[in-house]
């Protein structure tokens, strides 16, 4: 194990790569550019290839067809980029092509800022495309994550025959800590599910649809099927000092990271608050939320964008047991002094239950 001080998108970018990714096609976006810089030098290094891609609606289709002959494929991209992806992903799930991108977060609507956020969680988790879906998706809270999270995804994608995405945000992406980088993965790109030619004699094989391959009701059906084994057993989530909570946090990220200091505080007073921060956001941890007591007094997301978007998935899951809320910084990070005033005001009933905008 080689130890490393990294940058988190550089870090996510080596993962990868040890993780066995020989292609790379993507387009520069802020605040996910060092992904594609790293790539542009490290796939020429490792024998793989590296396209700057003339637009995020290429690259995304780029990847598709590297990832179909077989290779681990990886693109990445950040807020409106993310937005062109959604077509070319939509794809990749009709297809069944174990692909994996990265959405670095940042803060606005249309083409948004380059500041910090958390307001693609929306269009991540409940399929940004068209078409009945969701992605596998994984939220990294540190440099050390984005390297294990990268790291996996290829055989996450896999072992599923679905796409992952790895949903980062401009502060995780930005930071530099120490990390341990995995050791490199010799991967074989002759998979039984990959495209190949035909064999000289052969005769050539004709498709005449370009997304399914099998009756659509079978399709359907497999898929409905495939969706619910990976809800039951691919939820992944830390908790912290929930079992005896009278508040609950909620917060994936770099969110998390202030709220798991924020419960710190918050204990060291002598107020008791919890922490559940989800790993992945889809599955969505729901599992987790039975380890709340049934007197605590509310649940509360942290949330780095306007409208709190992740409460929604908080309130389908508490099924009205508790009151939920969502303290949301728009594109500023919380502090931990507000996190745990927030909470306090919360228990006093100082805030009521209410959509946020």
Known sequence: MEKRIMKGNEALAEGAVRGG???????????????????????????GVFIQGESEIASVNMTFAARSLGARALTSTSGPGFSLYQEGIAYWVSAGVPAVVACVQRFGIGDGFISAGQDNYWQAVKGGGNGDYHLITLAPNSVQENVDM???????????????????DGTIGQMMEPCVLPPMVDYDMDQPWAVKGCKDGEKNKVITDITYFQDIDEWNAGYLKKMREISETEQRWESFCVEDADIVLVAYGISSRVAESAVHQAREEGFKLGLIRPITLWPYPRKAFKEIPDTCRGVITVEVNMMGQMRDDVIITVKGKFPTFALTTNQRIAKVDQVVQYAKDVYDGKIREEEVY
């Open 150 to 168: 990268a790291y996996e995804s290829f055989a996450l994608a896999e072992k599923w025959m679905h796409p992952v995405l790895i949903l980062s």
């Open 21 to 47: 990714c020989r292609f790379y096609a993507g387009y520069p976006i802020t605040p996910q550019s060092e992904i594609l810089e790293w790539m542009s030098w490290r796939q020429k290094e490792v024998g």
